[in-house]
T-cell receptor, first 119, second 112 residues
Framework: GAGVSQSPRYKVAKRGQDVALRCDPI?????LFWYQQALGQGPEFLTY????????KSGLPSDRFFAERPEGSVSTLKIQRTQQEDSAVYLC?????????????????FGPGTRLTVL | AQSVTQLGSHVSVSEGALVLLRCNYS??????LFWYVQYPNQGLQLLLK??????LVKGINGFEAEFKKSETSFHLTKPSAHMSDAAEYFC??????????FGKGTRLHILP
């Protein structure tokens, strides 16, 4: 079966441009997460959806970052007026169930990421 | 606040030798703990996770980790390193099983 897919895999943007990064979670997965991984660092949490509801956006670094999941499946992370410090790999993950589930089915499955380079 | 500290950004071991990657965590509640592996240009893959069922957790590819509450540690081990184990390893913590806090990672090098 297909895993989490992300597109584009690579994106080069000029400073000030807007970008949109797409995540296709595993079919039927309830939860979707976005993480940002700077070069040489571990991933850092950005935001989390359960179905179409954005339950936690505490990790979004500024109001230039916006994420949506309007139909509870595909998600888009949008970055407006990109800056050089936005250069990173953006990882998407999905899990079968929501948080606080007593089952083991809340394992997060990660996509390959989108490498964003802002010049 | 939760946090994870991985000791050593680079670790080198000889093929066939013991692998030991160190991780200490901080959490105000009983945590979920994870080890992930990342190969170049690939996504993160879960090696193993601790969810309070057993303190010694066995994962894929021969890896295991032991949860030690008194030491707030969750070190990753493998008895015999293989060349294919060369990758970046991340220790991570979550208090509710949703948002995951990752360490900075340890790059494992395997020497022939």
């Amino acid at each position: 079966g297909a895993g989490v897919s992300q597109s584009p895999r690579y994106k080069v943007a000029k400073r000030g441009q807007d970008v949109a990064l797409r995540c296709d979670p595993i079919s039927g997965h309830v939860s979707l997460f976005w993480y940002q991984q700077a070069l040489g660092q571990g991933p850092e949490f950005l935001t989390y959806f359960q179905n179409e509801a954005q339950l936690d956006k505490s990790g979004l670094p500024s109001d230039r970052f916006f994420a949506e999941r309007p139909e509870g499946s595909v998600s888009t992370l949008k970055i407006q007026r990109t800056q050089q410090e936005d250069s990173a790999v953006y990882l998407c993950a999905s899990s079968l169930v929501g948080s606080r589930s007593p089952s083991n089915n809340n394992e997060q499955f990660f996509g390959p990421g989108t490498r964003l380079t802002v010049l | 606040a939760q946090s994870v500290t991985q000791l050593g950004s680079h670790v080198s071991v000889s093929e066939g030798a013991l692998v030991l990657l160190r991780c200490n965590y901080s959490s105000s509640v009983p945590p979920y703990l994870f080890w992930y592996v990342q190969y170049p240009n690939q996504g993160l893959q879960l090696l193993l996770k601790y969810t309070s069922a057993a303190t010694l957790v066995k994962g894929i590819n021969g890896f295991e980790a032991e949860f030690k509450k008194s030491e707030t540690s969750f070190h990753l081990t493998k008895p015999s390193a293989h060349m294919s184990d060369a990758a970046e390893y991340f220790c991570a913590v979550s208090d509710r099983g949703d948002k995951i806090i990752f360490g900075k990672g340890t790059r494992l090098h395997i020497l022939p």
